[in-house]
């Protein structure tokens, strides 16, 4: 079965400090991880994809199969990074793509 | 950059009646899909739609709801008799090389 977890549902660092957002995945196969996120009233937006391997407004995320794990990082924390943060699995890498999605983690960025 | 749209922004509807909620993908886009997400959980997929048909739909997709592309523009999401715990937040999305999601409409059945 594909699942996707976020154990924290809320997380708040200051200003400044490093942020990692985690993510585990359950999938047999090869699956493609995404990082969404959702600015308050807004829409859902692709912050990352694995298979890009690039770095979106100071974010990284690295997957590691051994770990079944996607975590998001940012080194220094910046007030506009409070969002929702959705950590996503497809088990395709093309196609239909159905995106399979964690709980969300809330991330405040305090002054 | 080209959007995905969503219509209405905000549905209330009594429970038993039928609701449709409206998406337009973007143009070039070949799969689309809507998601809902019920207050304080996660996003769920509905329906994936794909050359005019639907290509993998998950569990909560029952006869209820029905989905259509009618004039190759339009992407709607019918739900026939609501139920109060039909509301949620529904989202469209389009892909082509990445997904696209609409803003939402926010679905409250009473």
């Known amino acids: 079965a594909q699942r996707v977890t976020q154990p924290e549902k809320l997380l708040s660092v200051f200003k400044g400090a490093p942020v990692e957002l985690k993510c585990n995945y359950s999938y047999s196969g090869s699956p493609e991880l995404f990082w969404y996120v959702q600015y308050s009233r807004q829409r859902l937006q692709l912050l990352l994809r694995h298979i890009s391997r690039e770095s979106i407004k100071g974010f990284t995320a690295d997957l590691n199969k051994g770990e079944t794990s996607f975590h998001l990082k940012k080194p220094f924390a910046q007030e506009e990074d409070s969002a929702m943060y959705y950590c996503a699995l497809s088990g395709e890498i093309q196609g239909a793509q159905k995106l399979v999605f964690g709980q969300g983690t809330r991330l405040t960025i305090n002054p | 950059e080209p959007e995905v749209t969503q219509t209405p922004s905000h549905q209330v509807t009594q429970m038993g009646q039928e609701v449709i909620l409206r998406c337009v993908p973007i143009s070039n886009h070949l799969y689309f899909y809507w998601y809902r997400q019920i207050l304080g959980q996660k996003v769920e997929f509905l329906v994936s739609?794909?050359?005019?048909?639907?290509?993998?739909k998950s569990e909560i997709f029952d006869d209820q709801f029905s989905v259509e592309r009618p004039d190759g523009s339009n992407f709607t999401l019918k739900i026939r008799s609501t139920k109060l715990e039909d509301s949620a937040m529904y989202f469209c999305a389009s892909n082509w090389y990445g997904y696209t999601f609409g803003s939402g409409t926010r679905l409250t059945v009473v």
């Open positions: 739609f794909y050359n005019n048909e639907i290509s993998e």
